[in-house]
């Protein structure tokens, strides 16, 4: 009988390297005190207690929770998170999501009727190019200032 190999001629459960992977905590499912590191996509529809690393997207499904940290890619939240969450790209958190803990992102988007208990930080470069246009906004204020001192002075 012939094993189930994936491109590589290896057995396919030992291939963690395919961005394609997709790890499922299904509905019903519990796991306590747990580090998680992988790549891919990881869907949770039960109960996770621990932190998750994820080289890919984190997606938690209306019936899963997770408390504990996330570090992701990217994430949409159809459920609950109670702990940090950090994305190197995006959060997106659906109607029926709620994250309790502190997010850490370049971009956030909220849906009408998620909730969202914590501080948000958007990552440097977003802060960055913030800081630069409040810069500009106050050297023209300050430069207008300058000229209606002059124009008084003159007269």
Avoid: Q
Avoid at 13 to 37: G, K, L, P, Q, W
Avoid at 81 to 99: E, M, Q
Wanted: net charge negative; charged share 25%; with cysteine.
């Amino acid at each position: 009988m012939k094993s189930k190999t994936n491109k590589k001629n290896t057995p396919a459960s030992s291939d963690f390297s395919d961005a394609t992977d997709i790890t499922i905590i299904a509905e019903n499912t519990r796991i306590d005190d747990a580090v998680m590191n992988t790549k891919g996509t990881v869907k949770i529809e039960g109960e996770y207690n621990g932190n998750i690393n994820i080289e890919g997207e984190l997606i938690v499904g209306a019936s899963g929770y997770i408390c504990g940290h996330v570090n992701s890619s990217s994430a949409d939240i159809y459920g609950n998170i109670t702990g940090n969450v950090v994305c190197s790209d995006w959060l997106h958190i659906k109607a029926t999501g709620i994250i309790k803990g502190d997010i850490t992102c370049d971009a956030i988007l909220m849906d009408e009727g998620a909730v969202f208990i914590g501080y948000s930080n958007m990552k440097d470069r977003a802060l960055t190019e913030s800081v630069d246009m409040v810069d500009i906004d106050m050297e023209i204020e300050d430069e207008t200032v300058f000229e209606t001192l002059e124009i008084f002075t003159n007269t």
